[in-house]
């Protein structure tokens, strides 16, 4: 892998603008070849004097992104530095509260003291509990700096190596002598150090001196975070698949001839495929995000070391495309599959249900039960603490009322469909019918409009439809 591409793959995107511009010099080199080839040359001076002008102007750059470099450097790791003695702070407080309450334990207390003493130790588990975070995600930054450091350093030593080799001096060799390798981002060590007292305290205080069980909680992600050339090849085949399948459901559909309302099959498949859209263009968004630097992992309180990148997103909407296709076909050719073809429906929603419900630790189970938590907490929101992906996810849900109305549509379909083979579209109605079975009952032999007019409020429009039926019968 050439160097700019082993940059772009590790850089950290919030950061982009601080690594040195390892293209920019390339480009510059790009440029010097071909103005000298157009450059008329007399003699041995005039070559002197075009090498010279440029190299002027290559140093000057080099300046001026050592400059960038060393205070960007300077800053994050005072910031480190700061932050790692307010975690120590916090944790040897942590730990004296944690003792004091240990302390009292033996002592007999009256019935709220020792309640009192019950909650201040629940308080101290999730004290502990968040420090173990902290400190991981603190971690975490450090690498991102020790990583950043090295990459700039790297990047000079190739850039002024290109140099010599292009303008046959040692020039570039001399400068990074001189500079680079005496300058702040590259000889400070406290990062190392940070790191290092960084590993002993969650060793030793938060994981009991198991450091075993400490690095695992460390454990820093791949920082190029390349893709799996096998997840690469199933978005690809099962993209290709769909895209067959969907000719096929097309020329099926148009020279099928169904007896049945085909409003019925548009909204039962309607909403399934909206999901599987919406999660295709969330994989488009998230390579959107990455490329243009949007750190969407720290956005939205995403697990670092563990989250889902577009094409494993991508991946999961193509296999779920492919297998709506195939629902589709099965449904267009039930008769002569000699299967029910309102179950082919039901199938796919099921399977759709099991995947994100399923409970083993298999199938994206981290990121599965990450969305469930966001919408329970949705749900719930008047009772729970929201952050931005809650409020991002109920906006995105705004958008997507036809896939809520659909789902409705598809419960009171199936609770009370009575004939899986063919379906006019006025059963479903009768959903409402039975929540308002109770309001019935009460208001039956009032033979007025309060029945109605109650049902009404419990059932909406299609209820209203309803009413006019048994006026004017």
Known sequence: MKFAEHLAAHITPEWRKQYIQYEFFIFQFIKCIFLFSLSPVVDLSDIARFYANFDEDFFHHCEKELRKINTFFSEKIAEASRKSSNLKSELHNAISSQEGVRARSGKRFAVKKALNRQVKKNVQYRKMHELRLAFSEFYLSLILLQNYQNLNFTGFRKILKKH???????????????????????????????????????????????????????????????????????????????????????????????????????????????????????????????????????????????????????????????????????????????????????????????????????????????????????????????????????????????????????????????????????????????????????????FGDTILIQGDDRGGGEMRDFREFVKNF
């Open 164 to 446: 010599d080799k292009l303008l046959g001096t040692d020039a570039g060799a001399k400068w990074r002598q001189q500079w680079v390798d005496v300058a702040p981002f590259y000889v400070n060590k406290d990062i190392d150090k940070l790191i290092h007292d960084t590993e002993n305290i969650v060793t030793r205080y938060l994981e009991a001196g198991d450091r075993q069980k400490a690095m695992k909680r460390l454990r820093v992600p791949p920082l190029n975070d390349q893709q799996s050339p096998w997840v690469t090849f199933k978005v690809g085949l099962f993209s290709g698949a769909f895209a067959v399948l969907v000719c096929a459901v097309i020329i099926s559909a148009v020279f099928t001839n169904a007896p049945d309302n085909w409003r019925i099959a548009v909204r039962l498949y309607r909403g399934s495929l909206l999901i599987i859209l919406f999660l295709f263009l969330i994989g488009v968004n998230v390579y959107g995000w990455r490329t243009s630097g949007v750190n969407h992992v720290l956005i939205f309180e995403l697990d670092p070391r563990n989250h889902l990148s577009e094409q494993h997103l991508m991946e999961i909407a193509a296999i779920f495309s492919v297998m709506w296709a195939l629902s589709v076909l099965a449904f267009l050719f039930s008769d002569a599959l000699s299967i029910p073809a309102y179950a082919n429906p039901l199938l796919l929603v099921v399977l759709l249900f099991a995947f994100l419900f399923n409970p083993t630790r298999t199938l994206q189970h981290h990121a599965r039960f990450w969305l469930l938590r966001v919408l329970g907490r949705i749900v719930a929101a008047p009772f729970f603490h929201v952050g931005f992906a809650d409020f991002w996810l109920a906006d995105q849900l705004n958008s997507l009322v036809p896939v809520l109305v659909d789902f409705q549509y598809f419960v009171c379909f199936y609770v009370t469909s009575v004939n899986w083979e063919v379906n006019t579209g006025n059963i479903p109605c009768r959903m409402n019918i039975f929540l308002m079975d109770g309001c019935y009952r009460k208001s039956i032999l009032n």
